[in-house]
């Protein structure tokens, strides 16, 4: 069974760049057709997809995000990284990573239980 952790700061100053780890236990990120996603929820707001990196290591971005947007991987601890720079109170969300099978998405079955970012001076 497939978990996802994700971890980072919950406050990020405005002009900052945010980095969140997501761990993954249960399963490797270079599993085939494997792809490791980030996805995050404004308040009051549906999901976002950001972006995701796949188990072949090329990464795939939203094109409203992409150009403050980057996303690695370390697969000897079997993790992947988001990083957002530049941000805004309007990045304030509830940031998850998920597993998709195939090709990038939302992930709604393995999905990480999300972390509370907030940007705020």
């Known amino acids: 069974q497939v978990q996802l952790q994700e971890s980072g700061p919950g406050l990020v100053k405005p002009s900052q760049t945010l980095s969140l780890t997501c761990t993954v236990s249960?399963?490797?990120?270079?599993?085939?057709?494997?792809?490791w996603n980030w996805i995050r929820q404004p308040p009051g707001k549906g999901l976002e997809w950001m972006g995701a990196?796949?188990?072949?290591?090329?990464?795939y971005y939203s094109p409203s995000l992409k150009s403050r947007t980057s996303i690695s991987r370390d697969t000897a601890k079997n993790q992947f990284t988001l990083q957002l720079s530049s941000v805004t109170p309007e990045d304030t969300a509830l940031y998850y990573c998920?597993?998709?099978?195939?090709?990038?998405?939302?992930?709604?079955?393995?999905r990480g239980q999300g972390t509370q970012v907030t940007v705020s001076s």
């Open positions: 249960g399963g490797s990120i270079t599993t085939g057709l494997s792809y």
């Open positions: 998920a597993r998709t099978l195939g090709t990038y998405g939302t992930g709604n079955r393995y």
């Open positions: 990196i796949a188990y072949s290591g090329e990464t």
